[in-house]
């Protein structure tokens, strides 16, 4: 069961975007797993990929589309990545987004392709294109939240949310779904994600204001330590609100920027509280660095230990693990007798000794609740950062044990 976490009721519709759902059987019998979003034309975009070198087919692609020209179709499916599959697989892609552009009457680069599933399986182009059809009738303003479940692989439930924020006196919509729960250590973007807004949004700055939400969000999440072939997060804007255009640096791009961080924010904390068999949602803050990398180094060090994940799942208050993860933590500057440990406000660790009333039964206690909060202080400097993971439990093995059977 996800921690404290439940699916959206409904979502926002944003003025200039629409959506629809169908069934290509490609993986999931029961359910849509092909989603279709549209956006009018003049839509200003910005994207992020993964670094994977072993991209999938869909990326490489929608990269080369994104670079030609402002997108006017997203085609989503699940249940097969399409990563891992030479040529083929790219000339795959290719069939879907022309088979979209026909039907939509587009251009063919002004299609993206995006897909997430099993790495290594052909896609079967007759079935994606025939549901892509399919979503070309059914489009419709409403349609946010079942393409978030559409696009879902071992996700136990939909992940979206939407906020509405003032900019420059107009009233901005912004909206986003996202997919993932395994295979999560994102690098420069999430499993998937796609986050739509209405603001008239600067060239120069949608790219910009993407990147900076990414950076606080999906770029500090963790899982498992594994980045995927397929990862992509996209911003539309439709440019529907106001007459006026939001640039950086302006009262109404602060506005802007601190509901798209909540929104993205939001969207990546789900992904961990829906983690492949998780059943702790864990904060690591580490504070008192020198660098805001070094900050960072710290907290994914201890994010990624297993170790650290297992205790977690035991609640069992070994937090030595914790201390042996932040002395390996590549940085430059430590010094042992300077940090502070705290675990759900108890403190554990002072000046690099045990607090002097620390005790095993107040670790215990600390360890127990679904939510745990770790404070790792380093007192050297004065940058922070914050990343958000999971525990790692006997189910996490099992769900990816069982993954293709």
């Known amino acids: 069961m996800p921690v404290g976490l439940a699916e959206p009721e409904a979502l926002l519709a944003v003025p200039g975007v629409l959506s629809a759902t169908a069934r290509a059987g490609i993986r999931q019998r029961g359910r849509d797993d092909v989603a279709l979003i549209t956006c009018d034309a003049g839509t200003r975009a910005a994207a992020v990929f993964t670094r994977n070198r072993f991209s999938a087919a869909p990326v490489v692609l929608a990269r080369e589309h994104l670079a030609q020209a402002s997108p006017r179709a997203l085609v989503v499916n699940s249940g097969c990545a399409n990563a891992g599959t030479g040529r083929a697989g790219y000339m795959d892609a290719v069939a ?30 007759e079935k994606v294109s025939a549901a892509v059809a399919e ?12 393409a978030a479940r559409a696009i879902m692989t071992t996700d136990t439930l939909a992940k979206g949310c939407s906020r509405t924020v003032i900019a420059g006196g107009d009233q901005v919509t912004i909206t986003g779904i996202a997919k993932g729960s395994g295979m999560i250590r994102p690098d420069l973007a999430t499993m998937l994600a796609f986050v739509a807004t209405d603001a008239k949004l600067a060239p120069d700055y949608v790219d910009r204001s993407l990147r900076q939400a990414v950076d606080l969000s999906f770029n500090r999440i963790t899982v498992d330590g594994d980045t995927s072939t397929n990862d992509a997060c996209v911003l539309l804007a439709t440019g529907r609100a106001g007459e ?8 109404q791009g602060e506005a802007f920027q601190q509901g798209l961080d909540a929104v ?24 008192g660095a020198n660098t805001a990398e070094d900050a960072a180094e710290v907290a994914f060090t201890v994010a990624h230990s297993p170790l650290v994940k297992t205790a977690l799942f035991a609640s069992d208050a070994n937090w030595g693990r914790i201390l042996a993860a932040v002395g390996r933590a590549p940085v430059q500057q430590l010094d042992i007798d300077r940090v502070g440990l705290r675990i759900n406000g108890q403190a554990v660790l002072v000046q690099g000794q045990p607090a002097p009333d620390y005790t095993e039964a107040a670790g215990v206690a600390a360890m127990a609740p679904a939510e745990i909060h770790i404070d790792i202080d380093l007192a050297i400097g004065d940058r922070s950062a914050t990343v958000w993971t999971s525990d790692l439990s006997f189910d996490y093995v099992r769900i990816n044990a069982e993954y293709r059977t």
């Open 244 to 251: 006026a255009e939001i640039g950086p640096g302006s009262v």
């Open 96 to 125: 879907i987004c022309k088979a979209a552009a026909a039907r939509l009457r587009v251009q063919f680069h002004e299609v993206l392709p995006f897909s997430t599933g099993v790495i290594g399986s052909r896609l079967p182009v």
């Open 135 to 146: 979503c070309v009738d059914g489009l419709n303003e409403n349609g946010w939240l079942a």
């Open 264 to 287: 993205m924010q939001e969207l990546a904390q789900a992904i961990v509280r829906d983690a492949e068999g998780a059943t702790k949602f864990v904060t690591i803050e580490v504070s």
